[in-house]
C-alpha cells in the first residue's frame, strides 16, 4: 500500500477507536460464537489460520482480539492493516483491546519502531509519519 493509504486507515481508525469507551462489553447469545484471539506477534500466519478455521469476520463472525499484535514477528504492519480494516468494516463485530506490546518503549525494545523503514518502502519522512500515528493510534 501507498503510505497515504496507510495514513488514511490509521486516521479514521483512531477516529473510531475515539468514540468508543474505554471498557467495552461484548455479549451473544447461545448460538453465536464469538473467537477471542490475543497475542498475535507479528506473526501474519497465525492470523491466517485463526481466519481459515474460524471464518473471516463478518456480521455473523465476531472476533476479539486480545492485544499484542506487534513486536517480535515480522508482519506486524500486516496485521494492524488487516485488523483496522476489519474493524472498520464490521464495528460492531470486530474488538480489538490494546496490549502491553501496543505502546511506544515496548516497541523500541522489541522492533516494531523499526518495520516502516525496513518492510515498507516508505521513504523517512513517511516512515516517521506512520509511526507517529500508529503510536497515536495505540
Known amino acids: 500500500l501507498h503510505a497515504r493509504y496507510v495514513l488514511n486507515l490509521l486516521h479514521e481508525t483512531r477516529k473510531h477507536l475515539k468514540q468508543l469507551p474505554n471498557i467495552s462489553h461484548v455479549s451473544t447469545c447461545y448460538s453465536e460464537e464469538v473467537t477471542v484471539c490475543g497475542d498475535l506477534h507479528g506473526q501474519l500466519d497465525d492470523l491466517f489460520l485463526i481466519f481459515y478455521k474460524n471464518g473471516l469476520p463478518s456480521p455473523s463472525k465476531s472476533y476479539v482480539f486480545n492485544g499484542d499484535f506487534v513486536d517480535r514477528g515480522k508482519q506486524s504492519l500486516e496485521i494492524l492493516v488487516i485488523l483496522f ?54
Do not use: A, C, W
Request: positive net charge; aromatic residues 18%.
Open 85 to 138: 480494516t476489519f474493524l472498520l468494516i464490521y464495528p460492531k463485530e470486530v474488538h480489538l483491546n490494546r496490549g502491553n506490546h501496543e505502546d511506544h518503549m515496548v516497541n523500541l525494545r522489541y522492533g516494531f519502531h523499526l518495520m516502516p523503514y525496513l518492510f515498507f518502502s516508505f521513504s523517512q519522512v513517511h516512515g516517521k509519519k506512520i509511526l507517529r500515528m500508529f503510536q497515536n493510534v495505540f
